[in-house]
């Protein structure tokens, strides 16, 4: 079934994937990096980790991306 839609602000949902190839991070991260490089983006990369985190013993798909999501939090 994959990950529900997490919904922004403003209603955009966004779907999380655990399998997404390095290429294709690498080229959403340059695309939108104006966006994602802004005070207010980290914030919400800092909730949306934390939100895997206090979850991962609840569901398998956070649990799954515990690992990744740490390594990621070791390089801010």
């Not at 690498?26 to 005070?39: G, H, K, N, Q, Y």
């Not at 207010?40 to 949306?48: K, N, Q, S």
Request: one cysteine or more; proline letters at 11%; hydrophobic letters at 40%.
């Amino acid at each position: 079934m994959g990950p529900r839609p997490v919904r922004l602000r403003r209603g955009h949902p966004v779907r999380v994937r655990a399998s997404a190839p390095p290429e294709a991070a690498a080229r959403i991260r340059t695309e939108l990096a104006p966006v994602l490089d802004r005070p207010e983006a980290r914030t919400g990369l800092l909730t949306v980790c934390a939100q895997v985190l206090q979850a991962q013993d609840r569901v398998d798909f956070y649990a799954e991306l515990a690992g990744p999501v740490r390594e990621h939090l070791a390089h801010l």
